[in-house]
Protein backbone atom coordinates (compact mmCIF):
# COMPACT_ATOMS: atom_id res chain seq x y z
CA UNK A 1 0.00 0.00 0.00
CA UNK A 2 2.87 2.69 1.11
CA UNK A 3 4.51 1.76 -2.45
CA UNK A 4 1.32 2.33 -4.40
CA UNK A 5 0.89 5.42 -2.33
CA UNK A 6 4.00 6.95 -3.44
CA UNK A 7 3.83 5.98 -7.02
CA UNK A 8 0.69 8.26 -6.63
CA UNK A 9 2.44 11.36 -5.48
CA UNK A 10 5.22 10.42 -7.71
CA UNK A 11 3.15 10.86 -10.71
CA UNK A 12 1.29 14.05 -9.18
CA UNK A 13 3.86 15.59 -9.07
CA UNK A 14 4.87 14.87 -12.99
CA UNK A 15 1.86 16.29 -13.62
CA UNK A 16 2.02 19.57 -11.60
CA UNK A 17 5.54 20.26 -12.73
CA UNK A 18 5.02 21.60 -16.08
CA UNK A 19 2.93 24.09 -14.19
CA UNK A 20 5.57 25.01 -11.58
CA UNK A 21 8.52 25.16 -13.74
CA UNK A 22 6.12 27.88 -15.93
CA UNK A 23 5.55 29.59 -12.51
CA UNK A 24 9.17 29.71 -11.65
CA UNK A 25 10.47 30.88 -15.06
CA UNK A 26 7.88 33.46 -15.91
CA UNK A 27 6.61 34.65 -12.75
CA UNK A 28 8.05 34.27 -9.62
CA UNK A 29 12.01 34.68 -11.03
CA UNK A 30 10.72 37.82 -13.00
CA UNK A 31 8.80 38.93 -9.35
CA UNK A 32 12.28 38.76 -7.40
CA UNK A 33 14.54 40.64 -9.91
CA UNK A 34 12.01 43.12 -10.26
CA UNK A 35 12.02 43.79 -6.39
CA UNK A 36 15.67 43.65 -6.69
CA UNK A 37 15.47 46.51 -9.34
CA UNK A 38 13.41 47.95 -7.13
CA UNK A 39 16.26 49.35 -4.83
CA UNK A 40 18.71 50.38 -7.38
CA UNK A 41 18.83 53.42 -9.87
CA UNK A 42 18.39 51.96 -13.01
CA UNK A 43 17.79 53.31 -16.39
CA UNK A 44 16.91 51.91 -19.45
CA UNK A 45 19.03 54.19 -21.45
CA UNK A 46 22.48 52.31 -20.00
CA UNK A 47 25.09 52.99 -17.61
CA UNK A 48 26.17 51.29 -14.27
CA UNK A 49 23.02 50.38 -12.04
CA UNK A 50 24.04 51.44 -8.52
CA UNK A 51 22.50 50.34 -5.62
CA UNK A 52 19.98 53.09 -3.94
CA UNK A 53 18.26 51.29 -0.65
CA UNK A 54 14.92 52.90 0.40
CA UNK A 55 15.58 56.00 -1.78
CA UNK A 56 13.38 54.98 -4.42
CA UNK A 57 10.76 54.51 -1.61
CA UNK A 58 10.71 56.88 -0.10
CA UNK A 59 11.02 59.63 -3.15
CA UNK A 60 7.83 57.95 -4.34
CA UNK A 61 6.39 58.75 -0.64
CA UNK A 62 7.34 62.86 -1.49
CA UNK A 63 6.42 62.52 -5.38
CA UNK A 64 3.08 64.83 -5.78
CA UNK A 65 3.03 63.16 -9.34
CA UNK A 66 2.77 59.42 -7.63
CA UNK A 67 0.52 60.39 -4.98
CA UNK A 68 -2.09 62.22 -7.20
CA UNK A 69 -1.68 58.85 -9.59
CA UNK A 70 -2.66 56.80 -6.10
CA UNK A 71 -5.54 59.24 -5.52
CA UNK A 72 -6.77 59.35 -8.99
CA UNK A 73 -7.19 55.39 -8.68
CA UNK A 74 -8.94 55.06 -5.73
CA UNK A 75 -11.05 57.70 -6.72
CA UNK A 76 -12.33 55.57 -9.55
CA UNK A 77 -12.57 52.62 -7.10
CA UNK A 78 -14.32 54.04 -4.71
CA UNK A 79 -16.99 54.99 -7.14
CA UNK A 80 -17.07 52.06 -9.51
CA UNK A 81 -17.35 49.58 -6.56
CA UNK A 82 -20.12 50.01 -5.55
CA UNK A 83 -22.53 51.32 -7.98
CA UNK A 84 -21.06 48.60 -10.41
CA UNK A 85 -21.20 45.65 -7.11
CA UNK A 86 -25.43 46.98 -7.47
CA UNK A 87 -25.92 47.69 -11.12
CA UNK A 88 -24.46 43.95 -11.76
CA UNK A 89 -26.99 42.75 -8.59
CA UNK A 90 -29.29 44.05 -9.78
CA UNK A 91 -29.03 42.46 -13.37
CA UNK A 92 -28.28 39.07 -11.93
CA UNK A 93 -32.10 39.58 -10.58
CA UNK A 94 -33.57 40.80 -13.40
CA UNK A 95 -32.74 37.88 -15.45
CA UNK A 96 -32.45 35.17 -12.88
CA UNK A 97 -35.92 34.34 -13.88
CA UNK A 98 -36.63 32.02 -16.88
CA UNK A 99 -38.78 33.54 -19.34
CA UNK A 100 -39.22 34.03 -23.37
CA UNK A 101 -36.09 36.75 -23.68
CA UNK A 102 -33.93 35.94 -20.80
CA UNK A 103 -31.37 34.87 -22.67
CA UNK A 104 -31.24 36.93 -25.48
CA UNK A 105 -31.09 40.02 -22.33
CA UNK A 106 -28.66 38.33 -21.18
CA UNK A 107 -26.66 37.93 -23.89
CA UNK A 108 -27.05 42.47 -24.37
CA UNK A 109 -25.75 42.87 -20.69
CA UNK A 110 -22.85 40.13 -21.11
CA UNK A 111 -21.47 41.83 -25.14
CA UNK A 112 -19.70 45.12 -23.29
CA UNK A 113 -17.15 41.79 -21.34
CA UNK A 114 -16.15 40.31 -24.74
CA UNK A 115 -15.59 43.88 -26.19
CA UNK A 116 -12.43 45.22 -26.96
CA UNK A 117 -11.09 47.64 -24.13
CA UNK A 118 -9.55 49.89 -27.00
CA UNK A 119 -12.57 49.58 -29.17
CA UNK A 120 -15.26 50.70 -26.68
CA UNK A 121 -12.94 53.19 -25.44
CA UNK A 122 -12.71 54.55 -28.64
CA UNK A 123 -16.53 54.43 -29.66
CA UNK A 124 -17.29 56.04 -26.12
CA UNK A 125 -14.32 58.86 -26.87
CA UNK A 126 -16.93 59.82 -30.35
CA UNK A 127 -19.86 59.72 -28.56
CA UNK A 128 -18.05 62.17 -25.31
CA UNK A 129 -17.11 64.89 -28.26
CA UNK A 130 -17.90 68.10 -28.31
CA UNK A 131 -18.98 68.76 -31.91
CA UNK A 132 -20.68 65.92 -32.83
CA UNK A 133 -21.17 63.09 -29.70
CA UNK A 134 -24.36 61.72 -28.77
CA UNK A 135 -24.06 62.71 -25.56
CA UNK A 136 -23.82 66.42 -26.11
CA UNK A 137 -26.50 66.16 -28.84
CA UNK A 138 -28.52 65.09 -25.84
CA UNK A 139 -28.00 67.75 -23.75
CA UNK A 140 -28.19 70.19 -26.64
CA UNK A 141 -31.95 69.14 -27.00
CA UNK A 142 -32.52 69.34 -23.02
CA UNK A 143 -31.29 72.99 -23.93
CA UNK A 144 -28.55 72.36 -21.29
CA UNK A 145 -24.61 73.53 -21.98
CA UNK A 146 -22.20 71.25 -23.74
CA UNK A 147 -18.89 70.19 -22.62
CA UNK A 148 -15.60 68.22 -23.76
CA UNK A 149 -15.79 65.87 -20.91
CA UNK A 150 -12.36 64.52 -21.51
CA UNK A 151 -11.24 67.75 -22.18
CA UNK A 152 -12.42 69.06 -18.78
CA UNK A 153 -10.32 67.88 -15.32
CA UNK A 154 -13.62 68.31 -13.71
CA UNK A 155 -15.85 65.44 -15.97
CA UNK A 156 -12.65 63.56 -17.48
CA UNK A 157 -12.95 60.78 -14.46
CA UNK A 158 -16.21 60.12 -15.06
CA UNK A 159 -16.06 59.69 -18.21
CA UNK A 160 -13.74 56.82 -17.59
CA UNK A 161 -15.87 55.76 -14.88
CA UNK A 162 -18.81 55.47 -16.65
CA UNK A 163 -17.29 53.66 -19.32
CA UNK A 164 -15.79 51.29 -16.83
CA UNK A 165 -19.06 50.48 -15.52
CA UNK A 166 -20.27 49.76 -18.84
CA UNK A 167 -17.40 47.27 -19.65
CA UNK A 168 -17.22 45.47 -16.33
CA UNK A 169 -20.76 45.09 -14.96
CA UNK A 170 -22.00 42.11 -16.89
CA UNK A 171 -19.08 39.96 -16.42
CA UNK A 172 -19.98 40.44 -12.53
CA UNK A 173 -23.55 39.85 -13.40
CA UNK A 174 -22.71 36.36 -14.31
CA UNK A 175 -20.98 35.50 -11.53
CA UNK A 176 -24.13 37.04 -8.93
CA UNK A 177 -26.60 34.81 -11.38
CA UNK A 178 -24.85 31.72 -10.32
CA UNK A 179 -24.72 32.87 -6.58
CA UNK A 180 -28.28 33.57 -6.84
CA UNK A 181 -29.02 30.01 -8.47
CA UNK A 182 -27.00 28.24 -5.64
CA UNK A 183 -29.55 29.65 -2.66
CA UNK A 184 -32.08 26.95 -2.32
CA UNK A 185 -35.21 27.57 -3.09
CA UNK A 186 -36.70 26.00 0.07
CA UNK A 187 -35.54 29.14 1.89
CA UNK A 188 -37.92 31.16 -0.18
CA UNK A 189 -40.86 29.15 0.02
CA UNK A 190 -40.42 28.98 4.14
CA UNK A 191 -40.55 32.36 3.96
CA UNK A 192 -43.64 33.22 2.13
CA UNK A 193 -45.26 30.91 4.37
CA UNK A 194 -43.84 33.10 7.72
CA UNK A 195 -45.82 36.16 5.61
CA UNK A 196 -42.23 37.91 4.46
CA UNK A 197 -42.25 39.71 1.38
CA UNK A 198 -39.85 39.93 -1.59
CA UNK A 199 -38.00 42.85 0.47
CA UNK A 200 -37.52 41.23 3.58
CA UNK A 201 -36.46 37.74 1.62
CA UNK A 202 -33.64 40.57 0.09
CA UNK A 203 -32.18 41.37 2.79
CA UNK A 204 -32.70 38.36 4.90
CA UNK A 205 -32.16 35.37 2.53
CA UNK A 206 -30.63 36.71 -0.34
CA UNK A 207 -27.75 38.93 0.10
CA UNK A 208 -26.76 36.95 3.50
CA UNK A 209 -26.43 34.17 1.24
CA UNK A 210 -24.89 36.00 -1.15
CA UNK A 211 -22.04 36.81 1.23
CA UNK A 212 -19.09 35.02 -0.37
CA UNK A 213 -20.07 35.63 -3.72
CA UNK A 214 -20.11 39.50 -2.88
CA UNK A 215 -16.71 39.13 -1.34
CA UNK A 216 -15.34 37.67 -4.54
CA UNK A 217 -16.97 40.39 -6.70
CA UNK A 218 -16.05 43.13 -4.47
CA UNK A 219 -12.22 41.88 -4.16
CA UNK A 220 -12.00 41.54 -8.33
CA UNK A 221 -13.23 44.98 -9.02
CA UNK A 222 -11.03 46.85 -6.51
CA UNK A 223 -8.11 45.01 -7.89
CA UNK A 224 -9.50 45.83 -11.28
CA UNK A 225 -9.96 49.17 -10.66
CA UNK A 226 -7.02 50.25 -8.30
CA UNK A 227 -4.58 48.60 -11.60
CA UNK A 228 -6.89 50.78 -14.33
CA UNK A 229 -5.04 51.54 -17.16
CA UNK A 230 -6.51 50.57 -20.38
CA UNK A 231 -8.73 53.14 -20.49
CA UNK A 232 -6.90 55.96 -19.75
CA UNK A 233 -4.52 55.02 -22.15
CA UNK A 234 -7.01 55.38 -25.38
CA UNK A 235 -9.79 57.64 -24.10
CA UNK A 236 -7.32 60.83 -22.30
CA UNK A 237 -3.59 59.50 -22.19
CA UNK A 238 -3.44 60.81 -18.51
CA UNK A 239 -5.08 64.31 -18.80
CA UNK A 240 -6.51 66.75 -18.91
CA UNK A 241 -3.49 68.25 -16.69
CA UNK A 242 -2.72 64.37 -15.36
CA UNK A 243 -6.22 64.20 -13.90
CA UNK A 244 -7.12 60.82 -15.26
CA UNK A 245 -3.00 59.46 -14.42
CA UNK A 246 -3.82 56.03 -12.72
CA UNK A 247 -1.22 54.90 -10.12
CA UNK A 248 -0.36 51.72 -13.72
CA UNK A 249 -0.16 54.67 -15.77
CA UNK A 250 2.48 56.53 -13.71
CA UNK A 251 4.35 53.38 -13.35
CA UNK A 252 4.19 52.44 -17.23
CA UNK A 253 4.86 56.47 -17.96
CA UNK A 254 7.93 56.39 -15.06
CA UNK A 255 9.41 53.05 -16.27
CA UNK A 256 9.13 53.19 -20.26
CA UNK A 257 8.76 56.92 -21.05
CA UNK A 258 11.21 58.56 -18.56
CA UNK A 259 13.68 55.17 -18.53
CA UNK A 260 13.80 55.08 -14.68
CA UNK A 261 13.05 51.51 -14.44
CA UNK A 262 14.14 50.90 -10.93
CA UNK A 263 11.57 54.12 -9.36
CA UNK A 264 8.90 52.94 -11.78
CA UNK A 265 9.19 49.04 -10.50
CA UNK A 266 9.47 50.42 -6.42
CA UNK A 267 6.13 52.68 -7.02
CA UNK A 268 4.69 49.06 -8.55
CA UNK A 269 5.98 47.07 -5.59
CA UNK A 270 3.93 50.04 -3.55
CA UNK A 271 0.91 49.23 -5.42
CA UNK A 272 1.04 45.74 -4.87
CA UNK A 273 1.54 45.88 -1.25
CA UNK A 274 -1.97 48.38 -0.82
CA UNK A 275 -3.69 46.04 -3.17
CA UNK A 276 -2.46 43.33 -0.72
CA UNK A 277 -3.53 44.71 1.99
CA UNK A 278 -7.11 46.17 0.98
CA UNK A 279 -7.62 42.22 -0.52
CA UNK A 280 -6.71 40.72 2.84
CA UNK A 281 -8.99 43.75 4.73
CA UNK A 282 -11.66 42.72 2.24
CA UNK A 283 -11.61 38.85 3.07
CA UNK A 284 -11.57 39.51 6.74
CA UNK A 285 -14.80 41.19 6.66
CA UNK A 286 -16.25 39.20 4.19
CA UNK A 287 -15.44 35.89 6.26
CA UNK A 288 -18.11 35.39 8.22
CA UNK A 289 -20.84 32.77 8.03
CA UNK A 290 -24.44 33.78 6.50
CA UNK A 291 -27.21 34.67 9.45
CA UNK A 292 -30.84 34.63 8.07
Avoid: C
Avoid at 42 to 60: A, H, I, M, T, W
Avoid at 109 to 138: D, R
Avoid at 250 to 271: D, N, P, V
Amino acid sequence: MGAALRREQAAAWWFVLPALAVLLVFVFYPMIQAFVISFQNDSLLGGSRSFVGLDNYKNLLRDAQFLGSLKHSFHFAIVVIPVQSAIALGLALLIQKQARLTGLFRTAYFIPVVVSTAVAATVFKLIYNKEFGILNNALKALHLPTTNFLSNPDTAMYGIILLGIWKGAGFFMIIFLAGLNNIPQDLYEASRVDGANRIQQFFRITLPLLNRTTAFVVIITTIDAIKLSGLVFVLTNGGPNGSTETVVYFIWKTSFQQMQMGYGTAAAFILFAIVLVISLVQMKLFNREADY
